[in-house]
């Protein structure tokens, strides 16, 4: 097969993965500063190279295919990856540039947030876009360079920096707390436990730390996010089991109250990044400014 057929030319890509994003060629056109006419001429034409139908005509509105779909599912991963390794090279060349930065919502607000100035102070050419995110981070779009991530273990398919170990304290709302000086772990038994949706385990290691039959667990609502958690137990709706790190101000100000001694949790923070992007100069100084943190 002539190799030209299956590398057409970027002009064509980039306007089928506007159109297709869209369903529009008139969307596409906007955006691609192009006349609707010449979007239809330019995916006749890589139709015809390719020898498929992208596009079906629904009056006069235009819908993907079933190869068509597949085609941009590809592609646009594809184009992500494409763009990612132009924004590396001009990084190289300015020696700064930006870093796209996934992290967990609570993680980022809580505690990098409020760090990040100090980053910024040593690196001012250096611009982090913070993108929230919560599970498995699919670096092959191409729209993430990093990410701040918690597991068991460092992930598979990508170079990993372990942060620190996580470490989670039962917390109850201080209006709960009523006229007792302070709460003993065994009195959780008779409060509903709010969880975070992705550790579902944690209340039992935390119920056999402290010698409490598990019978006694009774289970409430779980969260997303760990902020909407913290919040529900100010609320007075349960209590709840959660990271240290991120609890410290509500701590500090009594609006929750700390049951027991903080307990080792079984996951890690990583910073974590595909090995495409290992030498890239933002992520270079962003990872050596945070583990440095993590080092004092």
Do not use: C
Request: charged share 20%; hydrophobic share 40%.
């Amino acid at each position: 097969m002539n190799p030209r057929r299956l590398t057409p030319s970027m002009s064509l890509l980039l306007v089928f993965e506007a159109a297709a994003r869209y369903e529009s060629y008139t969307r596409a056109a906007e955006e691609l500063a192009l006349s609707q006419s010449a979007i239809s001429r330019q995916i006749q034409t890589l139709e015809d190279q390719l020898g498929i139908t992208l596009f079906r005509r629904e009056g006069r509105a235009v819908r993907l295919t079933d190869v068509g779909r597949r085609y941009a599912l590809e592609m646009s991963a594809a184009l992500g990856r494409i763009r990612s390794a132009t924004l590396q090279a001009m990084s190289y060349q300015s020696g700064t540039g930006s870093l796209r930065l996934a992290t967990l919502p609570t993680f980022g607000s809580k505690w990098l947030l409020p760090r990040l100035h100090l980053f910024y102070g040593e690196h001012p050419g250096v611009n982090v876009h913070i993108h929230s995110r919560i599970g498995t981070i699919d670096f092959d779009a191409g729209e993430i360079d990093a990410a701040i991530t918690v597991n068991v273990g460092p992930p598979a398919g990508v170079i990993s920096h372990h942060l620190q170990n996580e470490w989670l304290v039962a917390i109850a709302g201080s209006a709960q707390l009523g006229r007792k000086k302070r709460l003993e772990p065994a009195w959780v038994k008779s409060q509903p436990l709010l969880m975070i949706a992705s550790n579902p385990q944690a209340w039992a290691k935390w119920f056999s730390e402290h010698a409490l039959e598990h019978r006694h667990m009774r289970m409430g609502p779980s969260f997303e996010l760990t902020s909407h958690l913290i919040q529900a137990v100010m609320a007075g709706i349960g209590v709840g089991l959660v990271p240290q790190a991120l609890v410290e101000d509500e701590i500090k100000r009594g609006d929750v109250v700390a049951l027991g001694e903080p307990m080792l949790s079984e996951r890690s923070y990583y910073l974590v990044n595909p090995e495409r992007n290992e030498t890239l100069p933002s992520l270079r100084a962003f990872r050596e400014w945070l583990l440095g943190l993590y080092s004092h």
